[in-house]
T-cell receptor, first 115, second 111 residues
């Protein structure tokens, strides 16, 4: 079973700072790396995803950086805001099967942005 | 367009009881999933379906069953509830190659 190691488990950042969350995976048959954002009492929602024919993807204040040789990808949140306070999950497809279906999720990072 | 609808939102079961968690999507997605979320453990896949009439086990299927008779519905059945099944359950759907759309979850407590 594919393992996805996400760190840190929790993160506290001051408003305006940069939040960085990292994920490492073992192997994947299909390069698709999404990040999900979950607010308390809600289901996760797709935040941003990358298919690494590129090493970086930026959407507003959110950036995914991907290092294929190191089997790592990270989420950077620039100018972090209190409204970004949530739990963030990375995910990868399983090793044995290709496609973006049947994702394996990291254990999550609880981000708190202080005003 | 409601997305993914889960019912009920909360439920308390006694040990040994059974129940069905309902999930419906109106986006004509072919893939549907059930995950459970436990504190600090992320999301674990219970069962998934690639289309009506086709289901398969995920990482933690024991104690659960599913069926997929239509594209829209993907109910999760708990037989003989146990305390270890206390969790938050999320249903999700996706179109092949796209991101998941999650429901708002069902919080289940088994006492």
């Amino acid at each position: 079973q594919q393992q996805v190691k996400q760190s840190p488990q929790s993160l506290i950042v001051q408003k305006g700072g940069i939040s960085i969350i990292n994920c490492a995976y073992e192997n994947t048959a299909f390069d698709y790396f999404p990040w999900y954002q979950q607010f308390p009492g809600k289901g996760p929602a797709l935040l941003i995803a990358i298919r690494p024919d590129v090493s970086e993807k930026k959407e507003g204040r959110f950036t995914i950086s991907f290092n294929k040789s190191a089997k790592q990808f990270s989420l950077h949140i620039m100018d972090s805001q209190p409204g970004d306070s949530a739990t963030y999950f990375c995910a990868t497809p399983p090793e044995a099967q290709g496609g973006s279906e049947k994702l394996v999720f990291g254990k999550g990072t609880k981000l708190t942005v202080n005003p | 367009n409601a997305g993914v609808t889960q019912t009920p939102k909360f439920r308390i079961l006694k040990i040994g009881q059974s129940m069905t968690l309902q999930c419906a999507q109106d986006m004509n997605h072919n893939y549907m999933y059930w995950y459970r979320q436990d504190p600090g453990m992320g999301l674990k896949l219970i069962y998934y379906s690639v289309g009506a009439g086709i289901t398969d086990k995920g990482e933690v299927p024991n104690g659960y069953n599913v069926s997929r008779s239509t594209t829209e519905d993907f109910p999760l059945r708990l037989e003989l509830a146990a305390p270890s099944q206390t969790s938050v359950y999320f249903c999700a759907s996706s179109y092949s190659g796209s991101g998941y759309t999650f429901g708002s979850g069902t919080r289940l407590t088994v006492v």
